[in-house]
């Protein structure tokens, strides 16, 4: 998996930014950050004495930790997790005073074949963000009348077809 850096591409491309992509996605981290989640834990701070012990005080740097942050949410939404909750107080301090709480994705609605009660059903997860603070966008289809389009994970249990349904407008996606 490659980082999508947005605003954090001029730390991204710096060694520490790379050797930081490559330590997060180290098996073990990855496993650290899974079971924090699975024990109602951020992510950020299971790692948080991993990271100061490799990278010391470059870590400490507030630029560098929201960029953390934000590489973990990538990793954790790759691995099917959502967010949960934002600016959670953490438990351990030594890096990290908030953090984000993340949760298993795989609820009933955000499965792929999921059908809701407007027989609106569910393609799977488009790799894209949704348009509402932290969701995925999935791909829906109307069984009614076929219209395909995007739509939040947040609201797929009661969507409606905006086709024919008079349901709010989609999530405007590209068709591979």
């Given at each position: ?24 996605n ?50 954790m ?6 967010i ?63 219209h ?29």
């Open positions: 998996m490659k980082y999508n850096a947005g605003n954090f591409s001029d730390y991204a491309e710096l060694s520490l930014g790379k050797d930081l992509w490559k330590f997060l180290r098996e073990d981290n990855i496993i650290r950050m899974e079971t924090a989640t699975d024990l109602g834990r951020t992510a950020a701070e299971a790692i948080s004495k991993k990271l100061l012990e490799e990278f010391g005080a470059d870590v400490k740097v507030n630029r560098v930790k929201q960029m953390i942050g934000h590489m973990i949410r990538q990793i939404e790759n691995r099917g997790y959502q949960g909750s934002q600016n959670v107080k953490v438990n351990d301090k030594r890096l990290f005073v908030k953090a984000t709480k993340y949760q298993d994705g795989t609820t009933t609605t955000t499965q792929i074949g999921y059908i809701n009660r407007k027989n609106q059903k569910n393609h799977g997860h488009m790799n894209l963000q949704g348009n509402d603070h932290g969701a995925l966008a999935y791909k829906l289809e109307c069984l009614l009348c076929g395909i389009y995007g739509a939040n994970g947040t609201d797929i249990f009661q969507r409606k077809c905006p086709a024919c349904q008079n349901g709010k407008p989609g999530i405007p996606f590209e068709e591979n």
